[in-house]
């Protein structure tokens, strides 16, 4: 598996529109194998708002979702000609070859492994949330074992029970994978190689992110050093020629360093495209010991328990992730800042915090606002 890495703005994504056909390149080609089909993740999520979502998965193989619409249309006329049941039978011979009677039960597998229920399969994709419409789309790139596999940011958007369901699928995926990713951890349990976009070139690496990180950190370091040591030489050269050129004895070791000099390339170390930005929070007061403590903490929504005797404590320099399900969270957080009651239970901040929240849902700040 491949995860090609660069800056915002190097054109990774763009690359990835070269390799699988929607732009074309202003220089060079790409070659795929006969018969190889390539699969691609979809980034829009409104693309297929009257379809079924069991049949937009399949859509992923484009041609037996072509096949299955002729089969459709020929059954469905209303007088069936000879020349049809030979359509038809031609259509069931390609179609048995492409699995297609295991279609429906490998796309509803592919959805449950990334978290979307039975109860929605056969529902229209206006009608899903937007976290399970990335899982839809995610699935139909995944469907009917691609050759070529290019998924850009497969993660964003996924629940954490997602993310560690597609690491399983694609570590035992045979097939190629090229993947764009922000998700470093995703990248180190995934990827065999690194393709790095940086320098204007791409530079293959093997390993994972963190074996890419250490190797181009040391690339570079050794490339400065070995020009840090020819400059030194040309330095030394032209203070020598500076010295003896216009000396009678010494002249022609003078041309014989100025040819060595000429000889010498220190090659050019372009600024990389990669920007690091640093973000600092200076707190208002120097913080205690106390930061938070909730204690026996429920909530039931609608007649569901989604928080359950929740107990906690946060001191100075603790770091905390909460994991598990999405509105279980969520509730505990609106909880916390405010927003919503518990119905059993209490916490209390320390008298020396100050608390900011950023929500899942943040669409309220934009009312009004031009989105797009």
Same mark, same amino acid.
């Given at each position: 598996?491949?995860?090609?890495?660069?800056?915002?703005?190097?054109?990774?994504?763009?690359?990835?529109?070269?390799?699988?056909?929607?732009?074309?390149?202003?220089?060079?080609?790409? @070659?795929?194998?006969?018969?190889?089909?390539?699969?691609?993740?979809?980034?829009?999520?409104?693309?297929?708002?009257?379809?079924?979502?069991?049949?937009?998965?399949?859509?992923?193989?484009?041609?037996?979702?072509?096949?299955?619409?002729?089969?459709?249309? !020929?059954?469905? /006329?209303?007088?069936?000609?000879?020349?049809?049941?030979?359509?038809?039978?031609?259509?069931?011979?390609?179609?048995?070859?492409?699995?297609?009677?295991?279609?429906?039960?490998?796309?509803?597998?592919?959805?449950?492994?990334?978290?979307?229920?039975?109860?929605?399969?056969?529902?229209?994709?206006?009608?899903?949330?937007?976290?399970?419409?990335?899982?839809?789309?995610?699935?139909?790139?995944?469907?009917?074992?691609?050759?070529?596999?290019?998924?850009?940011?497969?993660?964003?958007?996924?629940?954490?029970?997602?993310?560690?369901?597609?690491?399983?699928?694609?570590?035992?995926?045979?097939?190629?994978?090229?993947?764009?990713?922000?998700?470093?951890?995703?990248?180190?349990?995934?990827?065999?190689?690194?393709?790095?976009?940086?320098?204007?070139?791409?530079?293959?690496?093997?390993?994972?992110?963190?074996?890419?990180?250490?190797?181009?950190?040391?690339?570079?370091?050794?490339?400065?050093?070995?020009? /840090?040591?020819?400059?030194?030489?040309?330095?030394?050269?032209?203070?020598?020629?500076?010295?003896?050129?216009?000396?009678? @004895?010494?002249?022609?070791?003078?041309?014989?360093?100025?040819?060595?000099?000429?000889?010498?390339? !220190?090659?050019?170390?372009?600024?990389?495209?990669?920007?690091?930005?640093?973000?600092?929070?200076?707190?208002?007061?120097?913080?205690?010991?106390?930061?938070?403590?909730?204690?026996?903490?429920?909530?039931?929504?609608?007649?569901?328990?989604?928080?359950?005797?929740?107990?906690?404590?946060?001191?100075?320099?603790?770091?905390?992730?909460?994991?598990?399900?999405?509105?279980?969270?969520?509730?505990?957080?609106?909880?916390?800042?405010?927003?919503?009651?518990?119905?059993?239970?209490?916490?209390?901040?320390?008298?020396?915090?100050?608390?900011?929240?950023?929500?899942?849902?943040?669409?309220?700040?934009?009312?009004?606002?031009?989105?797009?």
């Amino acid at each position: 598996m491949l995860r090609l890495i660069g800056a915002n703005g190097a054109g990774k994504s763009t690359f990835l529109k070269i390799l699988s056909g929607e732009i074309e390149p202003q220089e060079g080609h790409v @070659s795929v194998g006969k018969d190889e089909r390539i699969a691609v993740l979809k980034q829009d999520h409104y693309a297929y708002e009257d379809e079924k979502v069991l049949d937009v998965v399949i859509m992923g193989h484009t041609r037996l979702h072509e096949i299955i619409q002729e089969k459709d249309e !020929i059954y469905a /006329k209303g007088e069936f000609t000879e020349e049809d049941g030979m359509r038809a039978a031609e259509l069931e011979g390609e179609f048995a070859e492409l699995n297609g009677w295991e279609a429906e039960g490998d796309a509803a597998t592919l959805l449950r492994g990334l978290g979307v229920s039975d109860d929605v399969h056969d529902k229209k994709m206006s009608e899903l949330s937007e976290a399970d419409r990335v899982k839809v789309l995610l699935a139909q790139a995944l469907f009917g074992n691609p050759d070529i596999l290019l998924l850009d940011e497969p993660t964003n958007g996924l629940d954490i029970q997602a993310i560690r369901w597609l690491e399983e699928f694609l570590i035992n995926f045979e097939n190629t994978v090229i993947v764009v990713s922000h998700d470093r951890n995703f990248l180190n349990n995934v990827c065999t190689h690194i393709a790095d976009l940086d320098f204007e070139k791409i530079t293959l690496y093997v390993g994972n992110y963190d074996f890419w990180y250490e190797s181009s950190q040391l690339a570079l370091k050794m490339q400065q050093e070995q020009n /840090k040591k020819k400059e030194e030489k040309v330095k030394e050269l032209k203070e020598f020629i500076a010295r003896f050129s216009a000396n009678a @004895s010494k002249s022609r070791q003078a041309t014989s360093r100025k040819k060595l000099l000429d000889k010498i390339d !220190i090659e050019d170390i372009k600024p990389s495209s990669r920007k690091y930005p640093y973000i600092a929070f200076t707190p208002e007061r120097e913080i205690g010991n106390d930061l938070l403590e909730v204690k026996n903490l429920s909530k039931t929504i609608d007649g569901k328990k989604v928080l359950n005797n929740v107990t906690f404590r946060l001191e100075k320099d603790d770091k905390v992730a909460l994991l598990g399900d999405d509105f279980a969270v969520t509730t505990l957080m609106k909880i916390l800042m405010g927003e919503m009651e518990p119905d059993e239970g209490e916490y209390k901040w320390g008298v020396t915090t100050s608390q900011s929240y950023f929500p899942k849902d943040n669409s309220e700040f934009f009312e009004g606002s031009d989105k797009t």
